[in-house]
């Protein structure tokens, strides 16, 4: 049986649709391999590292209860993360838009109306009536040069990007918060070790007053023995108020104000330490693991594929349409009325391509920014981590230093008190060697304090601490 002749013109769209979908215009995305470069282990491999592969949960390290419950709460009710996980839900909601492009939309419309209707020069009295009706319209784009599957692309693309992105908030989280709590226990013990200082610089100041009345010691003494005293106090001071500004950050970062300082970082007065070597991995696995990357790179192919979009301006673009009314009025005999139509739209901006030509000139010159950016990421990558290993182990060796500068002037000030009770040296020698071991003190706890936090900065650039963790 012959179709009818309506049937076969609807369907010669549909069915050239079918053949030539596949044809999508533009370039195809192909992810780039790792630079064998970045390959290899780090260059830099201080001590305290291992190349063994860095675990998803890297806090778990310090094997601290209290800061894996502040890094929990920071996941559930950080502010940053909240906007990085609307951003993605919305980036979601217009892939499931850009989705909808592959099916028919669908318009549907009815209503009843009740009115009068005179027609001019008639005899017959205006009735009042009730019109009803009722229409449907649909249309659907053949995808014949990839318009809707490129658009689908990039948006799939984007969400990823922006998957990528929250991960990435995630990671800088995870870091900043094991920053603010190591920070504050360091600065809590670097505190404790000031006043400890200040205590033997004022058991000295008693004693030297105790003895210049006696007699046996000059006031020039007693006031040099005074600022060593005063000196010690000062001190004190910035570290309490580094140590509390700490504490307000850590409120912050777990969606807290700064009067739920919690009580176990407010407590601590020793910064927690690794329970073994910082497992660093080697440079393909980094670039794996940085959300930085996999978004620059996501947004690489989202670019790319944005030129199949604007190539398929250059087109035709063909939908295939179709209506369908239905109209009646009780006071009017046979005037019911059903219609339809069904038909093919081409709508094209040939002759004039100018303007579609020239955005697929800007759509190719922004993937061109977006891999420039892409590369960009992967050395800074790379040149993070190199500095955050550098940094660190350039620290390592400043304590071990500075550890034996400390060892050497607790022996300088014990043997200058004994030398002083003998009557062989002047005060001023004990006053040098006091300052020397508190100025040692010191050095050493600021170093410390600068260790811990470059453990955080080389973990923070190592990418881990996105990852969900195992059930």
């Not at 009068?116 to 017959?124: K, P």
């Not at 600021?446 to 260790?451: C, G, I, K, P, S």
Request: with cysteine; aromatic share 6%.
């Amino acid at each position: 049986m012959r179709k009818p002749r309506a049937f076969r013109v609807a369907a010669a769209p549909l069915l050239m649709g079918a053949m030539l979908s596949a044809c999508a215009l533009g370039p195809d995305y192909r992810p780039a391999p790792p630079s064998a470069a970045a390959a290899g282990a780090f260059v830099s491999q201080p001590a305290g590292t291992r190349g063994a592969a860095l675990p998803d949960q890297w806090w778990r390290l310090y094997d601290d209860p209290a800061l894996d419950g502040f890094i929990g709460e920071a996941f559930a009710a950080n502010t940053d993360l909240r906007v990085a996980m609307a951003n993605l839900a919305r980036a979601r909601a217009i892939l499931s838009e850009a989705r909808a492009g592959r099916f028919p939309s669908t318009t549907a419309s009815g209503g009843a109306t009740w009115g009068r209707s005179t027609v001019q020069g008639a005899t017959v009295k205006p009735q009042e009536q009730w019109t009803y009706q009722a229409g449907f319209d649909a249309s659907w784009e053949v995808d014949i040069f990839g318009r809707v599957s490129r658009s689908i692309e990039a948006a799939r693309a984007d969400a990823e990007a922006l998957a990528a992105a929250r991960d990435a908030a995630k990671v800088s989280i995870a870091a900043e918060t094991t920053r603010a709590y190591v920070n504050a226990c360091a600065l809590g013990a670097s505190a404790g070790i000031a006043r400890a200082s200040l205590a033997l610089a004022e058991n000295s100041l008693r004693i030297v007053t105790a003895q210049q009345r006696a007699g046996s010691a000059s006031t020039l003494d007693v006031e040099r023995a005074g600022v060593t005293a005063a000196q010690a106090r000062a001190a004190i001071a910035p570290l309490e108020g580094q140590r509390r500004a700490a504490l307000f950050e850590l409120a912050a970062l777990m969606g807290r104000t700064p009067s739920g300082v919690p009580e176990a970082a407010a407590r601590c007065t020793h910064a927690p330490e690794l329970k073994a070597s910082i497992p660093v991995g080697d440079g393909t696995a980094l670039l794996r693991r940085r959300p930085d990357v996999r978004e620059a790179e996501r947004r690489l192919a989202a670019d790319t594929a944005r030129i199949g979009v604007a190539m398929a301006d250059l087109y035709p673009r063909i939908t295939l349409g179709g209506s369908a009314g239905y109209l009646r009025n009780d006071e009017v005999r046979g005037s019911n009325a059903f219609s339809f139509s069904l038909g093919p739209l081409i709508s094209w901006s040939f002759p004039n391509i100018a303007v579609a030509r020239a955005r697929v000139r800007q759509a190719e010159a922004q993937s061109q920014a977006t891999l420039a950016t892409f590369d960009g990421v992967v050395l800074n990558a790379l040149k993070e981590t190199e500095q955050a290993l550098t940094t660190y182990g350039a620290d390592l060796d400043q304590r071990s230093a500075l550890a034996e500068a400390r060892d050497r002037a607790e022996r300088a000030f014990d043997l200058a008190q004994r030398r002083y009770g003998a009557g062989s040296i002047s005060y001023l020698d004990v006053l040098v060697a006091q300052t020397s071991l508190l100025d040692a003190r010191l050095q050493l706890a600021t170093v410390e304090q600068r260790l811990a936090s470059d453990r955080v900065t080389l973990f923070k650039a190592l990418g881990g601490g996105w990852q969900e963790e195992a059930k």
